[in-house]
């Protein structure tokens, strides 16, 4: 039985499988027609044509990529969850007045 995939994949993982296939969201960018950092924002925000370009450098799905962005049967929801628009915490060394 596979394994289902709860979470969407973080920009550093969609980041590390384009780099293994040697390419970079500038190349998928160049290859789609979309200005430069589309593709990278659509790891972040909702963004259809720019999540189906980086799934297909992938040679994935971009509801397996994304579940969050997509219901049971693949369709992509409309309206997207307001969650879906708010940034994941980034690196936490970075907050200042937290320290020991």
């Given amino acids: 039985m596979p394994m289902v995939r709860k ?3 973080s920009p550093q993982e969609i980041r ?3 780099n293994q296939k040697g390419l970079t969201f500038a190349d998928v960018d ?3 027609g979309f200005r430069v950092g589309t593709t990278r924002d659509a790891t972040r925000h909702p ?3 720019g999540e189906q370009a980086i799934a297909e450098a992938l040679g994935l799905q971009a509801k397996d ?3 969050s962005r997509y219901d049971a049967k693949g369709k992509r929801l409309k309206p997207q ?3 879906n628009y708010t940034d994941r915490p980034r690196l936490r060394h970075c907050l200042k007045g937290e320290a020991a």
């Fill in 81 to 83: 969850p307001s969650q």
């Fill in 7 to 9: 979470h969407d994949k």
């Fill in 16 to 18: 590390f499988e384009l």
């Fill in 30 to 32: 160049r290859a789609s």
């Fill in 47 to 49: 963004h259809a044509e």
């Fill in 65 to 67: 990529i994304w579940p």
